[in-house]
C-alpha cells in the first residue's frame, strides 16, 4: 500500500530526471554548435558531438533522432544566443533610406563576429540536407527584413523591382563578406555604397537593343 510520501517522492524524481534531460540536451545542443562554428556541419559526427559533450553516441541519437532535429536545436540555440537584428528595431523610421542606413549598420555588425558560424553553415549547406529545414527559418527572417526596408518606398513597376533586388542584394551576407573582406571595405563604407546603389537602381534608365 502505498505511503503518504511515496507520490511527491515519485515526483520529486521525475522532475530531477527531467531537469538532468535536459541539461544533457543543452550540453549536446552546445557541442553541436561549437563544432558547426570550428569544423562546420559537413565535418562535425555524431561521434564527435558525443566526445565533445561527454556522453555517449547513444545519448546523442536519444535526444536527437535524426539529423535534422539536432540541427533544428542547433540553429535555434545559436541564434537566441547571438540574435540576428530584427525588423521590429528601426521600424519606427519613417525614412525609408534612413530606416536602411540604420538596419545595414546593424546587420553587417552582426555579420563581424557571425561571420564564423555563417560562412561554414553557407560552405558546407550542399553536403548537408539534414540543414535546409533551419536555413529556410533563416532565410525566411531575412525575407522579413526585405520587407520592412521596402516599406513606405514610392517606386512602381520595374523601378521597384530594381529598388528591392539591391536591397536585398545589399541583405545577403556574401555580399558583405565580398566588400568587407575581399575588397577591405569598412563596414560605414559598405553600408553607403549599398544605399547609392539602392537609391541609383530607382533612378536607373535602361536602354533598349
Not at 553516441?57 to 537584428?85: I, K
Not at 560562412?119 to 540543414?131: E, K, L, Q, W
Not at 527572417?141 to 530594381?162: I, K, N, Q, V
Request: charge should be positive.
Amino acid at each position: 500500500m502505498p505511503t503518504e510520501t511515496s507520490s511527491p517522492r515519485r515526483t520529486y524524481r521525475k522532475r530531477r530526471r527531467a531537469e538532468q534531460e535536459a541539461r544533457t540536451r543543452l550540453r549536446i545542443t552546445e557541442a553541436a554548435v561549437k563544432l558547426h562554428g570550428t569544423i562546420g556541419p559537413a565535418m562535425t559526427t555524431i561521434s564527435g558531438i558525443a566526445t565533445e559533450a561527454g556522453v555517449q553516441r547513444a545519448t546523442v541519437y536519444r535526444h536527437f533522432p535524426d539529423l535534422e532535429s539536432l540541427f533544428m536545436s542547433c540553429s535555434a540555440h545559436w541564434a537566441s544566443l547571438n540574435p540576428p537584428p530584427s525588423p521590429e528595431a528601426w521600424s519606427q523610421i519613417v525614412d525609408p533610406d534612413e530606416r536602411l542606413r540604420r538596419a545595414l549598420s546593424e546587420l553587417y555588425e552582426w555579420y563581424v563576429w557571425a561571420e564564423p558560424m555563417l560562412t561554414n553553415v553557407a560552405r558546407d549547406a550542399p553536403r548537408v540536407p539534414a540543414s535546409a529545414r533551419a536555413s529556410e527559418n533563416f532565410a525566411r527572417h531575412f525575407e522579413a527584413l526585405h520587407e520592412s526596408l521596402m516599406r513606405g518606398r514610392r517606386t512602381s513597376g520595374r523601378a521597384r523591382a530594381r529598388v528591392g533586388a539591391a536591397i536585398a542584394h545589399a541583405l545577403a551576407f556574401a555580399t558583405w563578406q565580398s566588400l568587407a573582406r575581399e575588397q577591405g571595405l569598412a563596414n560605414d563604407e559598405t553600408v553607403e555604397l549599398m544605399l547609392a546603389l539602392a537609391a541609383a537602381s530607382a533612378r536607373l534608365r535602361v536602354r533598349r537593343a
